[in-house]
Antibody, heavy 119, light 107 residues
């Protein structure tokens, strides 16, 4: 059974750096074709893809946020970490991590974690 | 950047058919996925590669994609289908793009 769980601060201040951790189980981060990504959703708004890291450490970022994002993985810990610099109140959102398979796009999602950015 | 546009809302009577559209430039040339999200819950994949259903998704969910428009169809809509629905595609410039979302109300 594949599961993902996000963890990190629920409140950050503007200009600070946000660090979120996704802990996965039921699959290996080194399995060929597999990836883990981050997607966020501001309250009452649409989903927005942020970043993706593949089993071979290939990384992809949203062009509009690329300068602020870094995604890494620790295969031994089954964890994927997302950092976002220079946080702003508009970054207030629920942040999800999700499993990407070679075919199904995003078939498994974490429960999400709400991050509020205060000014 | 690539954009996917959906109608904000769709209303349907129980047992009837709901159609949700997703529009984007040459969308028919891309694979489209659809996600269902109920309040307070994480999204659930209901359609991938335009028309395929993941295991466990009811047959009343179907999809199609041609030209500039992809469509998610819910046949025999049930009260439990009331949710927000998002389309998603991959574009070489914007990478993973989600649609604007559609709220389906079962009246």
């Amino acid at each position: 059974q594949i599961t993902l769980k996000e963890s990190g601060p629920t409140l950050v201040k503007a200009t600070q750096t946000l660090t979120l951790t996704c802990t996965v189980s039921g699959f290996s981060l080194s399995t060929s074709g597999v990836g883990v990504g981050w997607i966020r959703q501001p309250p009452g708004k649409a989903l927005e893809w942020l970043a993706l890291i593949y089993w071979d450490d290939d990384k992809r970022y949203s062009p509009s946020l690329k300068s602020r994002l870094t995604i890494t993985k620790d295969t031994s810990k089954n964890q994927v970490v997302l950092t976002m610099t220079n946080m702003d109140p508009v970054d207030t959102a629920t942040y999800y991590c999700a499993h990407k398979s070679p075919i199904l796009e995003w078939p498994y999602w974490g429960q999400g974690t709400l991050v509020t950015v205060s000014s | 950047s690539y954009e996917l546009t959906q109608p904000p809302s769709v209303s349907v009577s129980p047992g009837q058919t709901a159609s949700i559209t997703c529009s984007g430039d040459k969308l028919g040339d891309k694979y489209v996925s659809w996600y269902q999200q109920t309040p307070g819950q994480s999204p659930v994949l209901v359609i991938y590669q335009d028309e395929k259903r993941p295991s466990g998704i009811p047959e009343r969910f179907s999809g199609s994609n041609s030209g500039n428009t992809a469509t998610l169809t819910i046949s025999g809509t049930q009260a439990m289908d009331e949710a927000d629905y998002y389309c998603q595609a991959w574009d070489s410039s914007t990478l993973f793009v989600f649609g604007t979302g559609t709220k389906v109300t079962v009246l």
